[in-house]
């Protein structure tokens, strides 16, 4: 039962161009929803998050996009750098007290020169 | 660098062993987790500590699966007589706050089971 689902498993994008990164879930009780980027090697980083009254959040470069009726968020990197090349998870939790994160399977993301 | 610590960062055993994980949180971090992560999956929620006390365990931790964290600073994840399925990456975070915090991962153990 995945509950957080990264349909694409990578991306290539030229550099300078929108990186946009979709995630979907299907649990009606999550609220708070994270983008974590993860190097090789490395663990997870935190990068964005969204609480569920919001529709959107920016921070420099990355903006998520939370469509609560559609279960949806995306997360938009622009201008795509090459630094940008990771492993990107998008992440959800609720609100009953669950201290849980619970991630997607994660989608590469190439930034081509 | 006060981040999250892991030891070891490999570790190679054969089936049926024991092996003990370590992790030292950022030290004024009061809740530490334990996530498991196989190759193409995100991470998934093993157990959950705030302090010493464990307060969540996912079904996904199996009998052969303990973890402790006496005096609430680090934590030991030992998993007994290890199985081939056992083989995964395995992160440890904390964070000073509930699940809705950001949390910060250490590198991880590989482990790999022959």
């Known amino acids: 039962d995945q509950q957080v689902k990264q349909n694409s498993p990578s991306l290539s994008v030229q550099e300078g161009r929108i990186s946009i990164l979709n995630c979907d879930y299907t649990n009606s009780m999550f609220d708070y929803f994270l983008w974590y980027k993860k190097y090789p090697a490395e663990g997870p980083t935190f990068l964005i998050s969204i609480s569920s009254i919001k529709d959107k959040n920016e921070d420099g470069r990355f903006t998520v996009f939370l469509n609560k009726s559609a279960k949806h968020l995306s997360l938009h990197i622009v201008p795509s750098q090459p630094g940008d090349s990771a492993v990107y998870f998008c992440?959800?939790?609720?609100?009953?007290?669950?201290?849980?994160?619970?991630f997607g399977q994660g989608t590469r993301l190439t930034i081509n020169p | 660098d006060t981040g999250v610590s892991q030891d070891p960062r490999h570790k190679i055993t054969k089936r049926g062993q024991n092996v003990t994980f370590r992790c030292d949180p950022i030290s004024e971090h009061n809740r530490l987790y334990w996530y498991r992560q196989t190759l193409g999956q995100g991470p998934e929620f093993l157990t959950y500590f705030q302090n010493e006390a464990q307060l969540e365990k996912s079904r996904l931790l199996s009998d052969r699966f303990s973890a402790e964290r006496p005096k609430g600073s680090f934590s030991t994840l030992e998993i007994q007589r290890t199985e081939q399925g056992d083989s995964a990456m395995y992160l440890c975070?904390?964070?000073?706050?509930?699940?809705?915090?950001?949390?910060?991962f250490g590198s991880g153990t590989q482990l790999s089971v022959l």
């Open positions: 975070a904390s964070s000073s706050r509930g699940g809705n915090e950001k949390l910060f």
């Open positions: 992440a959800a939790s609720g609100r009953e007290g669950a201290q849980k994160l619970v």
